[in-house]
């Protein structure tokens, strides 16, 4: 089937004995192929490729990598739009591939710094879901990934720069859901299980949102943007996001309700063995929030991932610096207390095939967000009708 889908991408010789071919199949063809894959993301679907497509600009283009017996063994969904006449490339959480078979890698890498140095691309940038280091630093739990150490220099060797620019959340915490309920319960604080379970006990209840829901969910999550000061994009682009994810399977929404109003809900991505806690927004009454709708609707979320075979529940951003200066440490603190394992991933990484052009467009940028920040806070939230 995959093999049938793909084009050869280049007619030279390959002495790792991977080849690469661009992927002409199917959406449905490309979500089969790209599932059975180690580090299989939401982010590299053909759904989210053609979303960020209607919404942003982005052109998805999908690459495959295939050993001598054809089979499938990486692929990678990239995503191209220009500034000015420069083309600049990213491939979100991917390339997907065994990490521990460094040969592909490099094989990989290969190509793609190839197609970028053709394409007189700006970067080339990647934030595959290789992991670091777990646990917290100068405590018992803290490791180091071996393997995450070797893919870094390997990075390095290339001419890989970490980069200034991290797209996705670096860190996250990850909840295992191989456990039983009660072992994932026994994991959490005990001020976390109080949490958990007084919301279903003061009337809040929680159901699985539907598309009419959509307009409110987002004016909640606008609110929660303006309340907590992150940037939000504006209305019709999450009505999109959501709407579209939905019906292509890949996102599930949850809603949780004090007597019949949105008090709180999230949104998931879904996908392999992983689901992330993707979106979520809650009220700003006071009075509401005492009910702990969050902690409540949060801990359905976990079990609803669990009850569908994921093996991995990603809460989807963590602090870089765990102390209170770090903009994530209120969310940190939310997170921390439902047992699951603090995750530092390598992060993303920048292949630049005209240095000068890439060190003048990185020192433009803090300048570039500190405007879209002033920008936005000027901006009015207003609600979607």
């Not at 490339?89 to 793609?112: C, G, I, K, M």
């Not at 998931?268 to 969050?294: H, I």
């Amino acid at each position: 089937m995959v093999r049938a889908a793909a084009t050869a991408a280049t007619g030279k010789k390959r002495m790792s004995g991977y080849s690469l071919a661009r992927f002409t199949g199917s959406s449905s063809a490309w979500d089969a192929a790209i599932r059975q894959l180690p580090c299989a993301h939401p982010l590299q679907t053909a759904a989210w490729g053609d979303f960020k497509r209607r919404n942003t600009g982005w052109q998805p283009e999908k690459l495959t990598w295939h050993d001598s017996s054809g089979t499938l063994c990486a692929a990678a969904m990239i995503l191209t739009r220009r500034i000015g006449l420069i083309p600049v490339l990213y491939a979100p959480r991917a390339p997907l591939l065994d990490y521990t078979n460094h040969a592909l890698l490099e094989q990989v890498l290969s190509d793609l710094e190839r197609l970028a140095r053709r394409r007189f691309a700006l970067q080339l940038k990647i934030d595959p879901d290789v992991v670091q280091h777990t646990g917290e630093p100068n405590i018992d739990s803290w490791r180091d990934d071996p393997n995450g150490a070797a893919v870094v220099a390997l990075l390095r060797r290339r001419g890989w720069r970490f980069s200034p620019e991290q797209v996705q959340f670096k860190n996250t915490v990850l909840i295992d859901l191989t456990r039983s309920e009660d072992e994932l319960l026994a994991a959490m604080t005990q001020s976390k299980r109080r949490k958990v379970r007084y919301g279903a006990r003061h009337g809040v209840s929680i159901r699985p949102a539907a598309p009419t829901d959509l307009p409110a969910m987002v004016a909640l999550y606008l609110e929660t943007g303006k309340r907590n000061n992150f940037l939000t994009r504006p209305a019709e682009y999450y009505l999109d996001e959501w709407r579209s994810l939905m019906a292509e399977g890949l996102a599930h929404a949850f809603i949780a309700e004090v007597n019949g109003r949105m008090a709180a809900h999230v949104v998931l991505l879904a996908f392999g063995q992983k689901c992330l806690y993707f979106n979520g927004a809650s009220t700003s009454d006071n009075e509401v929030r005492k009910l702990m709708p969050a902690d409540a609707l949060q801990w359905e979320a976990i079990r609803w991932a669990k009850a569908h075979g994921f093996t991995v529940y990603d809460m989807w951003g963590a602090p870089t610096q765990l102390d209170e200066s770090d903009p994530l440490w209120n969310v940190w603190l939310f997170k921390r207390d439902y047992g699951g394992t603090l995750t530092w991933h390598i992060g993303a990484w920048d292949y630049a095939p005209i240095p000068p052009v890439y060190q003048l467009y990185m020192r433009g940028m803090p300048r570039l967000r500190a405007w879209l920040r002033r920008k936005h806070a000027a901006q009015p939230h207003t609600s979607v009708s």
